[in-house]
């Protein structure tokens, strides 16, 4: 029984071939990390698994559940959540908004009900602060809380970015380079927050990621891809040492 | 400066925040509660015109100022909404249901509109709704049998359950209380999941998909609200002009309609009042300008010229209109004399996801 599964994923952009019979199996509760040198398609892959873009070809399973024909919110209401390698947060809403459209799937109230804030809307939202206020707890965001996203530095942003997956209270979580922009410090809160995620909150995590150190730390199995294909997958220790991503990173030794 | 304890999540989603909240909204109630023992026939007469422009401004807000889609043809709506009321009352139908239908109509229309503009942005948005306008003006006009063309229709005073409402101050009241109504809920709309996703929507359609709200969906119900409230605008314009005729639903209407929410203020429900007031009273200072301009130099034009010059530079130097330098001037006296500069500039972000555009 998998959890989640690509098989044979593709897509080719005109003349690009930007991922190219790709195929992995994420087990439930591990973490699972998607390496490679730039332009190699980890976050096309991404793009495919939410279904922004139609793959060329392909299969992806979900829970048993075939899901390639599926809207971007229906992917999102199955309980798989991303966060973006370039942050895609409201902009002109505060932090506590921001998680709060995290909500969104669950959401109970209709609209006549919503229109006249009836005490099942008032109930319901205070329910849904209390769901928010434990992500703002965990990522210690209580102090930006009613702070304009527009404003936040570079790092918190991607704090709030995380959050806001986290608020929708996903099974699978698609993080695209946590790390990325971020001082060492803030990448070792990050690290600590992805090994809490898998561990406590039981959320399976699929990862896209550059810096190694942190890729050893929190993952159970790499993928390496190049240029839209696999070329290893392992434990991160094995995927490091594989020749060919060896190969990838450094190119052929002379 | 007020510091705000907070000690309950209830807190911040209640209506007042705090005790100046109430005392000012409560102040302003009163004011004009009073407002038919204190105010001139004529004053009377353009508070009318601000409480039907505040609804159309919240219809507006909602669509442009939170979901963040354009239109240039709210016109339309208002029309839908204005005959709808002509038509109905002229057939003996009570008040509290030609106004539901009026609303009902328009929102009809919303959605029609609505669909085609689930593919388009921007520009394209707002050419497909100004198209939208022009047609809907056109069979209003050619449809003479129901709309009488450009002989236009009569309406009589509201009447409900044999009440008749033909006094200034009976059909203010009217006025204020539908405005009232409708204000809150939008208040009560914003403050809850679909308000939400509306803002999620104008803010990253990417994310707002990524996070289960189905765009489809909630951009057609943001036109169907804002269409209803213009509607019902509409139904209570056509009663305080007494007289509908195509010419009052043109092009021009949809841009001063725009105007609203963009002098007022996008993304503030207190935007769209205020631009309402603002819209109401500039033509009346426009031909007071007039009277001092030397002869000739005051073109019958002049209030469209001035019309869009203000939007140009509303947009260019107070993107977030009255409401926004309103809020500005504030903030400078809360925190006298620690104001900084940059406060309000909001970082400019190059980082977005382009090739999800
Ligand atoms: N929408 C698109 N249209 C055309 N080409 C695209 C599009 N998206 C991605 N590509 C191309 O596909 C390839 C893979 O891009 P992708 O963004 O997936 O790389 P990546 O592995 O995430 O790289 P990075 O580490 O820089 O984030 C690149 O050659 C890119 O130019
Ligand atoms: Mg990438």
Not at chain 2, 134 to 162: A, D, F, S
Request: hydrophobic share 50%; net charge neutral.
């Amino acid at each position: 029984m998998s959890f989640f599964k690509v098989e044979n994923l593709g897509i080719r952009f005109g003349g690009v071939v930007a991922v190219d019979k790709v195929g992995f199996e994420v087990r439930r509760g591990e973490c699972y990390t998607i390496i490679g040198p730039n332009g190699a398609g980890k976050t096309t892959i991404f793009n495919l698994i939410g279904l922004l873009y139609p793959a060329t070809s392909g299969k992806i399973t979900f829970e048993q559940k075939e899901i390639n024909s599926f809207s971007p919110h229906q992917v999102a209401d199955l309980g798989i959540a991303r966060t973006f390698q370039n942050i895609e947060l409201f902009e002109h809403a505060t932090v506590l908004q921001n998680l709060l459209i995290g909500r969104h799937r669950h959401r109970k109230t209709a609209l006549w009900q919503e229109l006249l804030f009836t005490p099942s809307v008032r109930a319901a939202e205070l329910a849904q602060r209390e769901a928010v206020e434990k992500v703002i707890d965990f990522l210690e965001l209580a102090k930006v809380r009613d702070n304009l996203v527009a404003g936040l530095p570079y790092g918190l942003r991607k704090v709030v970015e995380l959050g806001r997956a986290l608020a929708t209270e996903p099974k699978l979580l698609l993080l695209d380079e946590p790390s990325s922009g971020l001082n060492p410090e803030e990448t070792d809160d990050m690290a600590f927050w992805i090994e809490d995620i898998k561990r406590h909150l039981g959320v399976t995590v699929l990862m896209v990621e550059h810096d190694m150190n942190l890729v050893s730390r929190v993952s159970d199995r790499v993928l390496a891809l190049n240029l839209g294909s696999v070329i290893a997958e392992g434990t991160p220790a094995e995927v490091q040492a594989h020749p060919a991503v060896i190969e990838a990173y450094l190119g052929k030794a002379a | 400066m007020r510091f705000i304890f907070k000690t309950d999540y209830a807190q911040d989603i209640r209506l007042a925040k705090h005790g100046g909240h109430l005392f000012w909204y409560g102040l302003l109630g009163a004011i004009l509660l009073a407002a038919p023992w204190w105010a001139s026939e004529y004053v009377m007469s353009q508070l009318h015109f601000i409480c039907i422009y505040s609804i159309v401004g919240f219809g507006l807000m909602i669509l442009t100022g939170f979901t963040g889609q354009v239109s240039l043809g709210h016109a339309a709506f208002l029309a839908v909404g204005a005959y709808t009321e002509a038509l109905m009352q002229a057939a003996g139908v009570p008040f509290a249901v030609s106004i539901s239908c009026a609303a009902i109509f328009s929102a009809a229309a919303g959605i029609i509109i609505g669909l085609p503009a689930l593919r388009l942005k921007g520009i394209y948005l707002a050419i497909a709704t100004l198209a939208f306008g022009v047609v809907v003006e056109e069979i209003i006009t050619r449809w003479t049998k129901l709309t009488g063309g450009n002989e236009g229709k009569h309406l009589k005073p509201v009447e409900i359950l044999g009440w008749k409402l033909d006094s200034d101050a009976e059909f203010y009241y009217l006025c204020l209380a539908l405005t009232v109504l409708c204000c809150l809920a939008c208040v009560n709309l914003l403050r809850s999941p679909t308000g939400r996703a509306f803002v999620a929507i104008r803010d990253s359609e990417i994310s707002a998909s990524c996070l289960g709200v189905n765009l489809a969906k909630y951009k057609t119900m943001a036109f169907a609200i804002s269409a209803a409230l213009t509607g019902v605008g509409g139904a209570l314009y056509a009663h305080k002009l007494a007289f509908i005729s195509p010419e009052q639903f043109t092009l021009f209407q949809s841009i001063e309609l725009l105007t609203i929410v963009i002098l007022g203020g996008i993304g503030f429900l207190h935007g769209a009042v205020l631009g309402a007031a603002f819209i109401i009273v500039l033509p009346q200072l426009i031909s007071i300008a007039k009277g001092w301009l030397p002869e000739g130099m005051a073109p019958s034009g002049l209030q469209a010229v001035v019309f869009g010059l203000i939007l140009i530079l509303f947009i260019i130097f107070e993107p977030l209109g009255l409401y926004g330098r309103w809020l500005k001037v504030r903030t400078y006296f809360e925190l006298f004399p620690f104001y900084r500069k940059g406060m309000f500039r909001r970082q400019k972000s190059y980082m977005k996801s382009e090739r999800l555009r």
